[in-house]
């Protein structure tokens, strides 16, 4: 329980009452973790359900719900702290012209511990209430990329 406890407030789970009835009867068993599946179609990562991670914000282990948006990008930035920058490339239509022209849009998410994400890796984001200021998004999947891949436009 020690390496969960890296903040300096009190890292728990909310769904899970820490009772100290309830501690010394599960002492020979393992100490229960709450996991939920987000449903869409997506898989609960293997992490969050055998983790020892704490994380409030995270899809999988806590009460935070996808709902809106899907949308797919590549990982540009992971220097925030569980939090990174998706670049999400698209096509703008120039009636003028007759034409598309391409354009990008940097978008922040919040990247559960669950997820070991690399600059180049292809993400699948979940729309979900405001974490923060900026991140309105949240990491549901991700395709790691081969190593070589050179950064280029990529219309999904």
Not at 110 to 122: N, R
Request: glycine share 6%; net charge positive.
């Amino acid at each position: 329980m020690t390496e969960v406890q890296t903040e300096r407030a009190f890292q728990k789970q909310e769904a899970i009452k820490k009772t100290p009835r309830k501690l010394i009867a599960k002492k020979g068993k393992k100490t229960q973790r709450y996991y939920k599946d987000i449903g869409l179609g997506f898989k609960t990562p293997r992490a969050a359900i055998e983790g020892k991670y704490i994380d409030k914000k995270c899809p999988f282990t806590s009460n935070i719900s996808i709902r809106g948006r899907i949308v797919k990008g590549v990982v540009a930035s992971t220097k925030m702290n569980r939090t990174i920058i998706i670049r999400k490339d698209y096509l703008h239509y120039i009636s003028k012209y007759n034409r598309f022209e391409k354009r990008h849009k940097n978008v922040a998410a919040h990247c559960s511990p669950a997820f070991k994400l690399k600059e180049g890796d292809i993400v699948t984001l979940g729309e979900c209430r405001p974490l923060s200021k900026t991140v309105r998004f949240n990491v549901i999947a991700h395709e790691p990329v081969a190593e070589g891949m050179q950064k280029k436009f990529v219309c999904f």
